[in-house]
């Protein structure tokens, strides 16, 4: 679950990260109760999901109640990069002498917690990444261990800070965004740009937090911004009936059904060195019947930008004949015109295989390995399926 900044810079104060003295609104109205009230100049942003919000042109500065004005009434309800702008957050401008970049998320090959340092913050930081790796500091935490004094030392030394005063503010805004990101169960915490002062003192300037849907039951102090993030028709009927499904890119063409999200990213990301694009993905957690998977693949294949659709699952708990009994029910049920190609592995996988062969429906075919599901389920693509 992706958080509004205005929602993860709520947390960042609790957690005794500064912020810059702000107003959000949500309406032209709330606008204009607030032209006398904010701190000029003032920064106008929409807040909205996506990246590359500054480029897109949803950053933009007022220096009188008539700019603000007009620029808030530009953006409230405009679309930036697909997505509907249902609020501003109104900042006064820091004036800032540098523009930091850091953030925590999880090292998946590393298996650890990394915290990321730079000194080129800003909203070139992917190009900074991208061309010249070493800008960053990188340092990885042992969860055992836990965040301690020397690793934030190493931090701000491999960043290239001296100042001491610098130094401290960072190293405080680190120690609070480790412990933001670890008690929310936070896939990513990130500050971009984190503002330093005439002072030495920092400011972060923009916030991201993006929590593990899987572990929302464990914070239910979230539940609140979760009732004012924009969600689908899609995923309201998914969480209404136990599923999650995820939005995954616009520009994808294959849907995926699976059974835990480190098998979804592993489909996603087979799939992309095959070539494709997953553009949703549906999640049916353990346990799943024939009639579950059945109504998953109902409630997936409802997207029509799903030309074709990989079923993976490892059955623990999740029976594979379960499975198999759901693809055949579905596809028997409403004769879906998508190619569907499903890979079974683990609990009565040899059950499962044998009932999706017996049946010999048209469009739909097994794979032994997931290298190969993805191969198969973008040929098939091509030969043939909705809108394809």
């Known amino acids: 679950m992706k958080l509004y900044e205005y929602q993860a810079k709520e947390l960042f104060r609790d957690y005794g990260i500064p912020t810059p003295h702000g107003h959000v609104v949500k309406s032209p109205v709330e606008l204009k109760a607030v032209l006398s009230r904010v701190s000029y100049p003032v920064v106008v942003k929409a807040q909205v999901l996506v990246g590359g919000r500054g480029k897109a042109g949803g950053v933009r500065f007022a220096d009188t109640p008539e700019e603000l004005e007009k620029s808030g009434t530009a953006l409230l309800g405009a679309t930036l990069k697909d997505e509907k702008v249902a609020a501003l957050l109104l900042e006064e401008k820091v004036p800032a002498t540098e523009e930091y970049y850091l953030a ?27 061309e010249h790796p ?40 680190a120690r609070a965004l480790y412990r933001l ?7 990513l915490a990130e500050i971009n740009p984190l503002m330093v ?18 572990a929302l039951f464990r914070h239910p102090e979230l539940g609140a911004f979760r ?22 890119d616009p520009a994808g063409s294959v849907g995926v059904v699976s059974n ?8 996603i990301d087979w799939i992309a060195r095959h ?55 579905a596809v ?15 609990t009565n996988k040899e059950k499962g295989l044998a009932l999706l062969k017996e049946a010999r429906l048209a469009g739909v075919t097994v794979a032994g390995t997931l290298s190969e599901a993805a191969d198969r389920v973008l040929t098939a693509q091509k030969l043939g399926g909705r809108g394809a």
């Open 197 to 214: 002062l005439a002072d030495g003192s920092v400011v972060a300037a923009d916030a991201k937090l993006e929590v593990d849907d899987s």
């Open 104 to 130: 925590v998320t999880l090292d998946r090959a590393r298996r650890l917690p990394l915290i990321m340092f730079s000194r080129s913050g800003g909203m070139d930081i992917e190009a900074v990444a991208r």
């Open 275 to 329: 070539g494709g694009r997953v553009t949703c993905a549906l999640d049916l957690g353990g346990g799943a019947t024939a009639d579950r998977v059945a109504q998953g693949i109902d409630i997936l294949l409802k997207n029509p930008r799903v030309k074709s659709l990989l079923i993976s699952i490892f059955g623990g708990i999740t029976r594979c004949d379960e499975i198999a009994g759901g693809v055949l029910k």
């Open 260 to 267: 835990g999200s480190g098998m979804i990213m592993s489909c």
């Open 332 to 346: 028997k049920e409403h004769a879906y015109p998508v190619p569907i190609v499903t890979r079974l592995e683990g």
């Open 181 to 187: 990101w670890d008690e929310s169960d936070a896939a």
């Open 134 to 173: 070493g800008a960053i500091a990188r340092v990885h935490v042992d969860p055992q261990m836990g965040l301690r004094g020397f690793h934030l030392e190493q931090l701000t030394k491999a960043g290239g800070l001296a100042d001491p005063a610098v130094k401290k503010g960072v190293q405080r805004a």
């Open 227 to 248: 009732a004012e993030l924009p969600e689908s028709e899609l995923e309201r009927e998914a969480r209404a009936t136990g599923f999650l499904y995820i939005d995954v």
